[in-house]
């Protein structure tokens, strides 16, 4: 019995040295070993004051790298784990694309007619009961009427990120729908309320039934759920402060994704495999539909344009930003706020892919150095998405 323990216990340690010495596939033909990035997720955490973060890298399609490191609970020493509650933030926009390109294959919508004329009367006499759905502001402004599925998934609708940024908190279009990139939070919630209206099904339903529950998401959701209480993550600030966790969300398809690593996995892992959706509906939600030229996403450069960014032709897909790289296409998405700073990209003709999630804003910082280091992606536009490493700040 001794000597069986002992070769049972030999071969548990082998399997693990085998799982942490095998080989990840970068973009570029070379490889790192999983030990090796383990190593190196943990030094640029320490440089980049980064708390707690999850890492997964795709090969061949498929998940080949999901580890986790720090914590949920910086206070209680709570260590972060692959199925710990994470505040997706806008790497719920990703999501909603599929459920709204899969309605779109189900003959419930098309990309380019216009919402409105879907709805028997103006999207600003409906009563609403959550903010999101308040839309009388857009009763002296008929462009609205041009706006349609494709400008909400390419941000391209004229409507601001979100109508609390404005001086007076108000919804309006500003520029011409159809004609700039300008990344909207509304522009999605316009989309999602006509949806609501045409099918009589709330998001949340729509979520689990067309994406959630097909590929085995069993721990997110829309919307906070009272399993999540049992572990989730606290996000902190660049100063390291604890973020109040908000439990009190409506659904929003832009922004209130309630996720884990494993679960966000699965998501990225059925796009590589092109599960879900029919192939049509792949190439147009990863086709430029409009090219990017600003200097960076947000803030003063979102409106000064340039050539930053040509040699990777920067353009936003439908739900997607994507860009141009010797190896195909890039499909990337971003997420961030409440303390959360997430990121996933996906290269569909290599299979390659990596997810970044994390529960500390100073991830921004070491974002750079995880691509290159894991899967050698030196194309994500971290200047563009202002990233700034912690050794160039």
């Known amino acids: 019995m001794k000597q069986l323990l002992i070769i049972l216990f030999s071969a548990g340690i082998f399997s693990v040295s085998a799982q942490n010495a095998s080989l990840i596939k970068r973009l570029d033909g070379s490889t790192i070993s999983a030990d090796s990035l383990t190593n190196a997720i943990k030094t640029f955490m320490s440089k980049g004051n980064v708390k707690g973060i999850g890492i997964t890298v795709f090969n061949s399609k498929k998940p080949v790298f999901m580890k986790t490191f720090g914590y949920s609970n910086v206070e209680k020493q709570k260590e972060l784990q692959t199925n710990t509650n994470l505040y997706g933030a806008s790497l719920s926009k990703a999501v909603f694309a599929v459920l709204v390109l899969k309605l779109v294959e189900e003959g419930v919508i098309t990309l380019d007619k216009p ?11 409906y009563e609403h009961k959550v903010w999101h759905e308040d839309f009388t502001e857009l009763k002296s402004d008929p462009r609205y009427t041009k706006i349609t599925a494709r400008m909400c998934l390419d941000h391209t609708t004229g409507f601001p990120n979100w109508r609390w940024f404005e001086s007076d908190e108000k919804l309006r279009i500003k520029f011409e729908p159809g004609t700039r990139y300008s990344y909207s939070g509304e522009g999605l919630t316009y989309l999602q309320v006509v949806l609501e209206k045409i099918t009589g099904k709330p998001l949340e339903e729509l979520a689990q039934e ?17 399993k999540f209480e049992k572990d989730y993550a606290y996000g902190y600030e660049h100063d390291n402060s604890l973020q109040e966790k908000d439990k009190d969300n409506a659904p929003r398809g832009a922004g209130t994704l309630e996720t884990t690593l494993e679960d966000y996995s699965k998501f990225l892992s059925a796009l590589l495999s092109k599960k879900l959706l029919k192939e049509k509906s792949y190439k147009e939600m990863f086709s430029p539909q409009i090219r990017i030229h600003s200097r960076t996403q947000f803030g003063p450069g979102a409106v000064e344009d340039g050539n930053w960014n040509d040699n990777i032709q920067l353009s936003y897909g439908l739900g997607w930003g994507i860009l141009q790289s010797p190896y195909g296409i890039g499909a990337f998405k971003e997420g961030q706020g409440s303390g959360f700073q997430n990121y996933g990209i996906i290269f569909p003709e290599k299979g390659i892919g990596m997810l970044i999630m994390s529960n500390s804003y100073n991830t921004d910082s070491i974002i750079k150095y995880l691509l290159e280091t894991g899967i050698k992606d030196t194309f994500t536009p971290w200047q563009w998405d202002q990233y700034i490493p912690y050794d160039k700040k």
């Open 115 to 125: 919402l409105q004329s879907y709805l028997p009367k103006p999207i600003y006499e």
């Open 210 to 226: 067309k994406v959630f529950k097909p590929l085995g998401m069993t721990n997110s959701s829309y919307k906070w759920q009272d």
